[in-house]
């Protein structure tokens, strides 16, 4: 048997190889470029539609792959989650509205690497409430990574997160949760966005998995609409979300999808 090509897992986790990091750094980054050039497409009177579109040619003309089309049925190359929205939301005709505010989410395929990231964005005219869902919701995001290190655990990056977002009174959605990747879409572990320090397995260099914390102003629940796909808050509360895909290193962790015109929000 050779050793060398064995796939090394901890606690059922892949443990991935130093040489491994550049193809998610390039895949990461080719998904991140499509959020920052997404930006100027957002506006009042523009449909989802139009954006997932414009995304989908981004997709093509840049010789990517969408991980998300033919993905368990889902037909499109973003998922775009609008206001009460929380994830999964599909594009359609419906124009956007002065004030909507939205999530993002592409997931591309280079090199056999899967690079998924998402960002909040706004139609016109940003309302101070929906403001502060945003900045808690990333500010959350770059917490648990910062908890993101070898040694530290799941829980640790869980509890980083709730405890944060909980101190300014808002919600943790439980029901959806992050997930390992690489050359696979959604692997172990589930990286939940709440829970207690020092529970769950211990990272590891070379564990690669997206933090994705979804936001509620109101309760955490959530519900599933007929669509199967559209996730919603149960109480119509406005939700947000970031999601960054990132590998442990030696002594912390590499943000793969970074934004390359070095934006934190996206206006
Ligand atoms: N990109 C999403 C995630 O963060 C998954 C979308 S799956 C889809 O895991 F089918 F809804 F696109
Ligand atoms: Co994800
Ligand atoms: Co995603």
């Not at 957002?42 to 969408?66: C, E, K, W």
Request: one cysteine or more; aromatic letters at 8%.
């Amino acid at each position: 048997m050779d050793h060398a090509r064995t796939p090394t897992t901890r606690d059922g986790i892949r443990l991935h190889a130093p040489g491994d990091f550049d193809g998610m750094r390039r895949a990461g980054e080719a998904a991140a470029r499509i959020l920052d050039d997404i930006g100027e497409h957002v506006f009042p009177g523009q449909s989802t539609a139009t954006i997932d579109r414009i995304i989908t040619d981004m997709v093509n003309h840049r010789g990517l792959t969408s991980a998300t089309i033919g993905y368990r049925g889902y037909r499109h190359a973003s998922c775009i989650s609008v206001n009460h929205v929380v994830c999964h939301g599909i594009p359609g005709d419906k124009s956007l509205r002065d004030g909507d505010i939205l999530n993002i989410d592409v997931t591309v395929i280079l090199d056999g690497w899967f690079g998924d990231t998402s960002r909040m964005y706004v139609a016109g005219n940003l309302s101070r409430k929906a403001e502060r869902l945003i900045a808690v919701t990333h500010e959350s995001l770059m917490r648990g990574i910062e908890a993101a290190r070898p040694g530290n655990t799941f829980g640790d990056i869980g509890h980083a997160i709730q405890s944060f977002v909980e101190g300014q009174r808002m919600s943790v959605v439980r029901d959806f949760c992050g997930h390992g990747l690489g050359r696979t879409f959604h692997a172990p572990p589930n990286v939940l966005h709440y829970g207690r320090s020092g529970t769950g397995p211990v990272l590891e260099e070379g564990m690669f998995f997206t933090i994705e914390p979804m936001v509620n102003l109101g309760r955490p629940e959530t519900k599933v609409l007929a669509d199967d796909w559209t996730a919603v808050t149960r109480d119509k509360s406005l939700s947000a979300q970031y999601e960054h895909s990132i590998g442990i290193t030696a002594d912390g962790c590499e943000i793969f999808t970074p934004s390359p015109a070095g934006r934190f929000y996206t206006f």
